[in-house]
């Protein structure tokens, strides 16, 4: 009788498989779609929904903290109370700008898109725990002097197509505003799904940063700079908003709005001030690390990048790809590691080839001179993918007899053309091989260089220049001297002309023993 009830209610049904995969229990829950009859898209959507959202722990708080809350937030829900030891809102009420018609709409997507480069972004909606549809209330959109949240409630009755198609183009396209988030997947999701776009436009995201992920990636690289707050340590897979602000910012934030209804108008003040502090804090917990880095030498700028990949890379749609001269479609299940993601390119894509290099992927990048048969007698020798621009794509299909190749059909020098090619072909990528390999050669033994290794390296090669015999190798770090030692004897020239003074003491600097060069 219970199986029959659950059958009937299509909310119901995806509500215990979400359960029963939330609790680890995949076998369970496969044997239990099957019973259901629930389709395998229908499954695999579920589970992809699951992805974005916080793992169990953080869910059964989220639901033990809506018991607790519900009742009293009925009441008073117009009282608020100061809480010390929580986040507290820098700036003013005023500085709030509730936006609830087309007019408010479409000011503030041109100001944001016009004079503003990074924005925080959250959303709220009313929490259902998977018993019926989740309906967006509000987006919080978050600069530096303003927060602007979007009444949606409001919006969807008077936004047509066409303003749904400019906020979507203006702010989530656009690669000169880097958007912030926290579990910013789910957010994304809830958006793309609330909003009214034009049926069958694709919709397209760039510089998207989950600053979960980014805190994650600078925990791994710099462990011990990361050591700065007794709270960082916390292993948890994922790590709440709250939580996070309090591991960077020295405060959690203050929960009691966090379940209230958000459907129910007017909003009070303190609802106001919570979804506002929502999407201001990203911003304030960026420059906190920022400074951190700046402090401690850190590489902030590519972490970030990496960040943004590995963000974007969540949820954004796998695209078809060329196969060989047949035309058939590829599909790349299977994690490549990026160290065995061996390509070659030609010389049109030589700033897309650096960055691929950058993240550890064995790119064979071709000189100006090599033509269309050089670059499928490599791919057929080496075993590499092709990786070409459209303006080759005629000359190289012909010639391709086994592999396949990939056209870059938008600017290569964008950041999302790197994300397209990792997310497609499936690219797993590693934070310890970030500049594993030569910028030059691709070779991928490297060691790190500190400050005083490089002082050291460029007085050892001015004796070496003007006499052998005098060359004290003893004064490098003892696992350094048996590399430089074998690079002397075969004459390979370190190469220091990618490299100023004033820069080697704010990035990590590596030496290709391959080639020499240093970067």
Known sequence: MMMNIVRENKELKKYLIKKLLLKGEKKTALEMSEKLNISEDTFKTIECDIETQMNLELVQEEENEFLEVTDSSATNNDVTEDVPDTLTFDLNVSDIKFVTSKEEFIKCINDLSQNYEMIGIDSEWKPSFGLSHDRLSLIQLAVYDKVCILDILSLTECLDAEQWDKFMDDIFANPKIIKLGCGVTCDVNMIISNSKCTPGKTKRFSHILDISIFYRKLQEVYPEEMKYNNNSDDKRSSIGLSKLCEIILGKPLNKEERLCDWEKRPLTDSQLEYAALDAYCLLQMYDKLKKL???????FDHLSTVAIVMTTSLWKPKKKIKGNRTGRTLSIQTP??????????????????????????????????DGPEDIAAVAESEGRIIICS???????????KDGFYYTVSKNPDELSAVADVIQFFNVQLNIK?????????????????????????????????SNTETCDLSLLRSDLQPIIKRMFRSETVLKFSNYSNTRMHKVQTFLCTKCGNIF
């Open 433 to 465: 091989k970030i500049f594993s390999r030569c910028f030059i050669c691709s070779n991928e033994d490297c060691i790190k260089l500190r400050p005083d290794d490089l002082n050291l390296l460029r007085k050892l090669v001015l004796e070496k220049e």
């Open 390 to 400: 459209e303006k080759i794509q005629e000359m190289v299909e012909d010639k391709v």
């Open 336 to 369: 490549v590691p990026v160290e065995q993601f061996k390509v070659v390119m030609d010389s049109g894509l030589e700033i897309l080839g650096k960055k691929l290099k950058g993240y550890g992927a064995d790119v064979l990048i071709l000189n100006k001179s």
């Open 293 to 299: 880095a700046s402090e401690n030498n850190m590489n």
